[in-house]
């Protein structure tokens, strides 16, 4: 099976890493809008142009899914890119609430969705957590987090300080969805500011989802990657080899 991974830059790589360990595909297409990152920053309109670009360009390839990485992507562009291909599209933000579910995490829980401006705005994790029957829900946007992961600030007084900034009045937290690409490298930290809550990682729940509804139990040897980016390329790469810990990329 062979998968194209969309977005914006380079956070998708942690997606990318979750399928790797569980070798769901033999090739893997990663792009990375590197030349008009961040997207959660940007309108509605301008995220699905720019979507609707990165999917003619996987059209080059030929791909059995593509993989959304990118939860402001995900949050607004998945009908217009399914309206455009007829291969299957599979965003972030369905996978993330259906692994509360998988994890049995209690209806009553009092749960903390955190992503760009883009994602939070766009309400879908609220919407899907609804439907689902969770009710107390808290999302803010935590754009900073963004710049200090790229920036390979995974811990320390800058981390700190932005921790206390905008979870200053979050408290008694369950489960923290963490609903962008870059925050999984922070994972550890934030749950550990917020009392050892709980942690839902996209790259994670969407492994789980694509097993159960996409019969990706693939299991290959070996996924050859290739990657993309539309600015910087050479760079995408250096960050993969150490994000993924994989010399021969
Ligand atoms: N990849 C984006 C996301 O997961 C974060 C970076 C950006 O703002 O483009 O929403």
Redesign the pocket.
Known sequence: MRAGVF???I??LTVVKSLLEDKLFEHIVYFG?TAR??????DKNTIIRYSLEALEFFKNFDLDIIII???????YALDELRANTNIPVVG?IQSGVKALQNKNIPKNSNILVI?????IKSNQYQFFLQKQGYKNIISIAT?LF?PLVEESILDGDILEATFRHYFKDIKNIDVVIL?????PLIQDKISLFLNNANTIH?GDAIVEYLKYNYNCYGKFKETKIEFFASSNPSSLKNIAKKWLKKEDI
Not at 115 to 119: K, V, Y
Request: glycine content about 18%; overall charge negative; proline content about 6%.
């Open positions: 977005d914006s830059g956070g998708g809008d990152v961040p997207y959660g920053i940007k990485a990118c939860n402001s992507v995900s949050a972030v992503g760009t401006n883009a994602t754009p963004v609903g962008c690409t870059h925050f996209s």
